[in-house]
C-alpha cells in the first residue's frame, strides 16, 4: 500500500518507473493533480534534475543518486504547496562488471607483471563504484587492493609464466554489487 499526502491541493497519485538503480539517471513521470511550471521534485528527499512540467497532472524527470531502499516523491509547486507519495521510488542496488587485464601478456619467469581490475556500472547504471577487489592467482589470494575511479592495479615481482588462473573479484558497495572477471 502507497500512501499519498496532500498539502493545499496538490497531490502525487502515481509515479511510472517507479524502480531504478540507485545511482540515479532514471527518467520517470509523475501523475497527480495541482502541478504548476516551475514545481520542483524530490525523491527521497533529493532534488530530481530535468524537471518538466506537462500540465496539472504530470511532470516528469530524472531520478538523481541516492541510497538502495522505497524513496518518497514529493512536487512541491513555488507557493509551497506540496504532494508527496510515500515510498513511492524504489532505489535498487546496481549492476558491476569486472574486467581484469594482465600486462605483459606473456612474461618470462621472474618478470614483473602488472594485474589490472576495471569496475564498471553495466546499464542503466550510472557511476563509479567504489571498494575493494581481491585478486587471486591459481587459488591463493592476494591482499584486498582499494579502487580508484572505478580501477586498481597491483604489480607482481617474480611472475611465475606457469599460472594459469588469475581472476579478480570486486566486494560491492551500496550502490553496486559485487562482481567478478572471467579467468
Known sequence: TTLSYTVGGVSVTSIVRAMGPSTGGTAVTITGTGFVSGATVKIGGILATGVNFGNTTSITATTPAGTVGAKDVVVTNPDAQFGTLAGGFNMLISTSSTALSVLPTSSVFGQSVALTATVS???PATGTPTGTVV???????????????????????NFNPTIL????????D?????????T
Do not use: Q, W
Request: neutral net charge; hydrophobic residues 35%.
Open 121 to 123: 556500472a553495466v546499464l
Open 174 to 182: 551500496a550502490n553496486f554489487n559485487g562482481s567478478a572477471s572471467t
Open 165 to 172: 588462473n588469475i581472476k579478480a573479484t570486486y566486494s560491492g
Open 135 to 157: 585478486f587471486n592467482i591459481d587459488g591463493s589470494d592476494l591482499a584486498p587492493s582499494t579502487l580508484s575511479n572505478g580501477t586498481v592495479t597491483v604489480t607482481r615481482a
